[in-house]
């Protein structure tokens, strides 16, 4: 009898081992990597926001804005700014030559930079009078009563007055505004007007057309183009080598140990390089970065792709995790 209940409970064990489990294995975690794909358009048109908490993206054409006011209320005083998404230039002029002159001079010309703008800041009491080209390359704008517009800035009594002419001395437009405490943007297409530009939350990455100084080229070619990435006001960036730590194994306590700038163009415009063999971008996978958003937020991320299903440049998908 003792034998045959043992064998009994053997038999027993071994047919539960075998049954299916009433609750599924386990399993492994999914992967915490998100995709975001902007559109910049073949010919850049677009510029972009990006927000990586909640993925959005912000999108205004290059076209809508031609100067930005932007208070910089450390210093007290207002920052001028080009659209250097459309290639913009500015001549700075005395006020006499700026009433007389009907035709844009050969030299003089400046442009904004990642962090460095070509017309100095704007003070209390203070007037600035300026030539504006609008769109240098005239892939927009063809004549010169398109592209040119004669600017006086002043800041007096506690306002702001913008007032534009054509290079005929047309009036354009002229706009008295109170001191603005965020950054407001002018367009001069069609008269001049105040026009919305950045979202409503803080970017942590502008995808833009912007210029690029190359240093070792005759001045003609310097003041080059180019489509990046640029880092939003209160955004940091570190930049890591993939042979050092793989992206994949990038952790909360790696970027917490890293040293982090917040140089607009850090991460800038060659995570992607031009083969002229094939006339097609590549990407550079030796190196991805990481952004620091406040204190203890931070992203990784890396730039995937630059073409769309279609083959067409200016697509770009950037994969990105949050630490």
């Given at each position: 009898m003792n034998r045959i209940l043992s064998w009994s409970l053997v038999i027993g064990l071994f047919l539960a081992a075998c049954r299916r489990p009433e609750k599924p294995w386990p399993l492994p975690p999914a992967s915490s990597h998100r995709f975001l794909q902007?559109?910049?358009?073949?010919?850049?048109?677009?510029?972009?926001?990006?927000?990586?908490e909640t993925g959005e993206l912000h999108r205004v054409l290059r076209t809508a804005w031609d100067l930005e006011l932007r208070p910089n209320p450390t210093r007290g005083l207002y920052e001028v700014w080009l659209n250097a998404a459309m290639y913009a230039f500015a001549l700075p002029l005395s006020d006499s030559l700026w009433q007389s002159v009907q035709a844009p001079p050969q030299d003089g010309w400046r442009c904004?930079?990642?962090?460095?703008?070509?017309?100095?800041?704007?003070?209390?009491?203070?007037?600035?009078?300026?030539?504006?080209d609008r769109d240098r390359a005239e892939a927009f704008y063809k004549t010169p009563d398109q592209r040119y517009r004669k600017i006086a800035l002043y800041w007096e009594e506690g306002r702001l007055r913008l007032t534009a002419y054509t290079l005929t001395n047309d009036l354009v437009g002229e706009m008295v505004l109170s001191l603005p405490t965020q950054p407001v943007h002018f367009s001069l297409e069609g008269g001049l007007r105040q026009v919305a530009v950045e979202p409503p939350w803080t970017p942590d990455l502008i995808l833009t057309r912007y210029i690029h100084p190359f240093y070792d080229q005759p001045e003609q070619f310097r003041w080059y183009p180019v489509l990046g990435a640029l880092i939003g006001p209160q955004t940091e960036v570190a930049i890591v080598s993939a042979a050092e730590k793989p992206f994949e194994e990038f952790t909360y306590a790696d970027a917490a140990a890293r040293s982090y700038t917040s140089r607009r163009d850090a991460i800038?415009?060659?995570?992607?390089r031009y083969d002229f063999n094939t006339g097609t971008y590549t990407l550079d996978f030796s190196r991805y970065f990481v952004l620091r958003t406040s204190p203890t937020s931070y992203y990784k991320l890396r730039f995937t792709d630059f073409?769309?299903?279609?083959?067409?440049?200016?697509?770009?998908?950037?994969e990105y995790s949050p630490l």
């Open positions: 902007a559109h910049a358009g073949p010919e850049y048109d677009t510029v972009l926001f990006v927000r990586f904004d930079l990642a962090d460095t703008a070509a017309l100095p800041p704007l003070a209390p009491g203070e007037r600035r009078y300026f030539l504006l800038g415009y060659d995570w992607k073409y769309d299903t279609q083959g067409r440049k200016g697509c770009v998908q950037i």
